[in-house]
């Protein structure tokens, strides 16, 4: 089993940031590709940003592109997301995730194994 816990979410204004964290442990987490997902009320879950096992392979949504960076620490277990530029529509609950084995689609909840409990982050216009 692999547990994740989220930290780092909160109250900002626009344009400003914040840094989540995402803390493994378990099994071997090092061999995990993690990503992170959020959920605004009302909406379905969305994919945020993912990192591949090895940190080499980053991914983002169209809507973070350029705001948003992922990226993982393997000897300590954390996968971080520094989040730049906040806008309102970013406020959600976010969530970190992982998965062992590439199913077909990395944006896609349904590809991930392992599911944090999700901070929230709330940002005022």
């Known amino acids: 089993q692999v547990q994740l816990v989220e930290s780092g979410g909160g109250l900002v204004q626009a344009g400003g940031s914040l840094r989540l964290s995402c803390a493994a442990s378990g099994r071997t987490v090092s061999h995990l590709n993690m990503g992170w997902f959020r959920q605004a009320p009302g909406k379905e879950r969305e994919f945020v940003a993912r990192i591949s096992w090895s940190g080499g392979a980053t991914d983002y949504a169209d809507s973070v592109k350029g705001r948003f960076t992922i990226a993982r620490d393997n000897a300590k277990n954390t996968v971080s997301l520094q989040m730049n530029s906040l806008k309102p529509e970013d406020t959600a609950v976010y969530y970190c995730?992982?998965?062992?084995?590439?199913?077909?689609?990395?944006?896609?909840?349904?590809?991930?194994?392992?599911w944090g409990q999700g901070t929230q982050v709330t940002v005022s216009s």
């Open positions: 995730a992982a998965y062992s084995f590439f199913r077909g689609d990395y944006k896609s909840p349904t590809e991930y194994d392992y």
